[in-house]
T-cell receptor
Framework: AQSVTQLDSQVPVFEEAPVELRCNYS??????LFWYVQYPNQGLQLLLK??????LVKSINGFEAEFNKSQTSFHLRKPSVHISDTAEYFC?????????????FGTGTKLQVIP | KAGVTQTPRYLIKTRGQQVTLSCSPI?????VSWYQQTPGQGLQFLFE???????NKGNFPGRFSGRQFSNSRSEMNVSTLELGDSALYLC???????????FGSGTRLTVV
């Protein structure tokens, strides 16, 4: 069985400050990892993903995440946040199960950017 | 190309009634999944369909059911609605060989 842990339910941070949203996973097989973002009253949007290759993956809006196999982590970082980054962020893990990829989401972290 | 379309966006129903929600995936996406999102429970997986077959199901009572049509459009049905069914219901589609979901904007169901 696989699981995802997002320890921080809320993270307040001042505008232009750096932020790290933590994600740890558990799985007995190789996994693919994702970060999704959800703005108020909207569905989730895929922010970035790790499938294979370079362990550092980046999004078009300045976020990046690093896959750390030994620590089973996939933390999301941004060096300087903007007000528009205020949203809820979900980490997800995907692994092969019975011939298809089963996806498990974390409980989400609400990022609040303070002006 | 068009995104994932969910209809209706908002719905108000009375306890005991039933409801059907619709989801049209991105063209070419054969996998459709449904999630229930509430403030208390977060995102909870309902079921996934692929080529008209349910291939995974979450831990929800039998009142929750779904189906997928030959054009990949999917519907989910909730019978005998309870107050606790009030939630945002999200549909997501993906290519079977691409592991990221594209989500719709959701249907906000309120049971009164």
């Amino acid at each position: 069985a696989q699981s995802v842990t997002q320890l921080d339910s809320q993270v307040p941070v001042f505008e232009e400050a750096p932020v790290e949203l933590r994600c740890n996973y558990s799985s007995s097989v190789s996994v693919y990892l994702f970060w999704y973002v959800q703005y108020p009253n909207q569905g989730l949007q895929l922010l970035l993903k790790y499938l294979s290759g370079s362990t550092l993956v980046k999004s078009i809006n300045g976020f990046e995440a690093e896959f750390n196999k030994s620590q089973t982590s996939f933390h999301l970082r941004k060096p300087s946040v903007h007000i528009s980054d205020t949203a809820e962020y979900f980490c997800a893990v995907s692994s092969p199960t019975g011939g298809y990829q089963k996806v498990t989401f974390g409980t989400g972290t609400k990022l609040q950017v303070i002006p | 190309k068009a995104g994932v379309t969910q209809t209706p966006r908002y719905l108000i129903k009375t306890r005991g009634q039933q409801v059907t929600l619709s989801c049209s995936p991105i063209s070419g996406h054969r996998s459709v999944s449904w999630y229930q999102q509430t403030p208390g429970q977060g995102l909870q997986f309902l079921f996934e369909y692929f080529s008209e077959t349910q291939r995974n199901k979450g831990n929800f009572p039998g009142r929750f059911s779904g189906r997928q049509f030959s054009n990949s459009r999917s519907e989910m049905n909730v019978s005998t609605l309870e107050l606790g069914d009030s939630a945002l219901y999200l549909c997501a589609s993906r290519l079977d060989n691409d592991y990221g979901y594209t989500f719709g904007s959701g249907t906000r169901l309120t049971v009164v």
